[in-house]
């Protein structure tokens, strides 16, 4: 049986993900702070949970350190909040989404990494919005980008203990995550089909992760033109 620890597995993507891996066989180590749908989750016979806040380092340590064997580490829990107003800098904000999705992430590799055995899979969740800078999204953006450094380098450093490093960059999913956004949000797609490309992608052990293609490869693409071209077309988009 193979084993799968999965952080954020109480809502939207990661939520899919634990029940999808533990569907077809393997045994899920699904961890967040929500009770209920942990508990929901832990009726499968294959799911184990394990409630703590990951932004809490000695809980993170205490509750991850203790996962032998694993063949794959998925670190996808996040949270997204915008600059609404970039004047008026919000610090606190930025400080907030940087603990959730980049120190957490640094938690749970100390934790997990030892437990990694030769031959496995770490899974980083990053983001395609890492790709460019796109408005209101400098805490997001910010912290996507600094996962989608750190999986990079991470790929480098272990490669020599044969444990792989992807990178996941979706475009838009649906999730409680993004059903509070008030903008129009193209090309997004259903959890489940993403679900489905994550497992397939990382089972070919894929180093980058990202869907739908049509618009990813279209980010990309805005994202390798020159700063002052970029600019211009966002500033455009955000008259119209
Ligand atoms: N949806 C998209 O379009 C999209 C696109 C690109 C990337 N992503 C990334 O995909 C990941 C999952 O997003 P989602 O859309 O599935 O969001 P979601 O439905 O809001 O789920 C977020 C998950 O993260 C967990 N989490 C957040 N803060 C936590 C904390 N301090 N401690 C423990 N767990 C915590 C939540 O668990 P609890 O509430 O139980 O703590 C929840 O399970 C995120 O990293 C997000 O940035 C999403």
Redesign the pocket.
């Known amino acids: 049986m193979k084993r799968v620890v999965i ?9 899919q993900l634990a029940q999808d891996y533990a569907n077809q066989g393997w045994q899920v180590f699904a ?4 009770a209920t ?1 942990l508990e929901a989750l832990g009726r499968h016979s294959n799911i184990s949970t394990r409630q ?4 809490d380092a000695e809980q993170t340590q205490a509750q991850l350190s203790n996962l032998p064997g694993l063949d794959l580490a998925i670190l ?5 909040e915008y600059i609404d107003d970039a004047q008026q800098f919000d610090g606190a904000l930025l400080a907030r989404v940087m603990t ?2 980049v120190l ?1 992430v640094g938690y749970c590799l100390q934790a997990l990494l030892p437990q990694l055995q030769p031959g496995s899979r770490l899974a980083l ?5 890492s790709a460019l800078p796109l408005p209101r999204a400098e805490a997001y953006g910010a912290s ?1 980008a600094a996962i989608a450094y750190l999986a990079r380098t991470l790929a480098i450093d272990l490669a020599p203990s044969n444990i792989g490093v992807s990178l996941i ?5 649906r ?4 059903d509070k956004n008030q903008f129009a949000m193209p090309m ?1 797609i259903e959890v489940a089909d993403a679900s489905r490309r994550i497992i397939r992608d990382l089972a070919k052990g894929k180093a980058q992760i990202h869907f739908p293609k049509r618009f990813t490869l279209l980010l990309k693409l805005f994202g390798a033109l020159p700063q002052s071209l970029w600019q211009t077309m966002a500033l455009k988009g955000l008259k119209q």
């Not at 952080?7 to 939520?15: D, E, Q, R, V, Y």
């Not at 999730?175 to 993004?178: A, E, G």
Request: proline share 5%; hydrophobic share 30%.
């Open positions: 952080t954020g597995a109480t809502s939207g993507i990661g939520k961890c967040g702070r929500n749908a703590f806040d990951l932004t996808n829990a996040g949270s997204c959730t999705n957490s969740m990053g983001s395609i919005a996507k960059t979706p475009g838009f999913v999730t409680p995550l993004t997004r």
